[in-house]
T-cell receptor
Framework: KNQVEQSPQSLIILEGKNCTLQ??????????LRWYKQDTGRGPVSLTI?????NTKSNGRYTATLDADTKQSSLHITASQLSDSASYIC????????????FGAGTRLFVKA | DSGVTQTPKHLITATGQRVTLRCSPR?????VYWYQQSLDQGLQFLIQ???????AKGNILERFSAQQFPDLHSELNLSSLELGDSALYFC????????????FGPGTRLTVL
């Protein structure tokens, strides 16, 4: 069964600190992996998109890595800001029958002053 | 503002009823996606259209249907509504519907009483 698992479920960090969120997946055959940021009650915002051949992608203070062999991805946030408080969702699409998409449950990040 | 518009913002209806949610994609985007986000199941992919044609189908119930019109706007029809259909319904759009960035709308919050 295709699955996407994220850890930790929630995380509290101090403003200015770095953090890393994890995503493990079993989706196969793999097409692409996306990280989204979602504020409560609002639509997700795309942070990064990686295909099989890419192992790192940056978007400002956000850097995602992908190890397609171990089926693991991470999202590293540098110099966190209060506005980084949100849910971060890992999404993996497969290549069967039209790019089906599986969402992780997300990591809830709280950045404190 | 992502450029994707969804109407209505809120919808309250009774069990057994039918509702239609509307989505207008960003200018130039040919692909439209529908997602459901509930408290107990998180975000789920429902269906994708590309230039009027269905491209991928996810966990969409038979009571739900969607279409994309020639002007590229899309509608999601939900019928025989049940309490469990209460959720946020997001529409997203992208240019080519493969590995490009998806832009999410603000969502329609459906409450079934």
């Amino acid at each position: 069964k295709n699955q996407v698992e994220q850890s930790p479920q929630s995380l509290i960090i101090l403003e200015g600190k770095n953090c890393t969120l994890q995503c493990n997946y079993t989706v196969s055959p793999f097409s692409n992996l996306r990280w989204y940021k979602q504020d409560t009650g609002r639509g997700p915002v795309s942070l990064t998109i990686m295909t099989f051949s890419e192992n790192t992608k940056s978007n400002g203070r956000y850097t995602a890595t992908l190890d397609a062999d171990t089926k693991q991805s991470s999202l590293h946030i540098t110099a966190s800001q209060l506005s980084d408080s949100a849910s971060y969702i890992c999404v993996v699409s497969d290549r069967t029958g039209g790019f089906k998409t599986i969402f992780g449950a997300g990591t809830r990040l709280f950045v404190k002053a | 503002d992502s450029g994707v518009t969804q109407t209505p913002k809120h919808l309250i209806t009774a069990t057994g009823q039918r509702v239609t949610l509307r989505c207008s994609p960003r200018s130039g985007d040919l692909s439209v996606y529908w997602y459901q986000q509930s408290l107990d199941q998180g975000l789920q992919f429902l269906i994708q259209y590309y230039n009027g044609e269905e491209r991928a189908k996810g966990n969409i119930l038979e009571r739900f249907s969607a279409q994309q019109f020639p002007d590229l706007h899309s509608e999601l029809n939900l019928s025989s509504l049940e309490l469990g259909d209460s959720a946020l319904y997001f529409c997203a759009s992208s240019v080519d519907g493969v590995t490009d960035t998806q832009y999410f709308g603000p969502g329609t919050r459906l409450t079934v009483l």
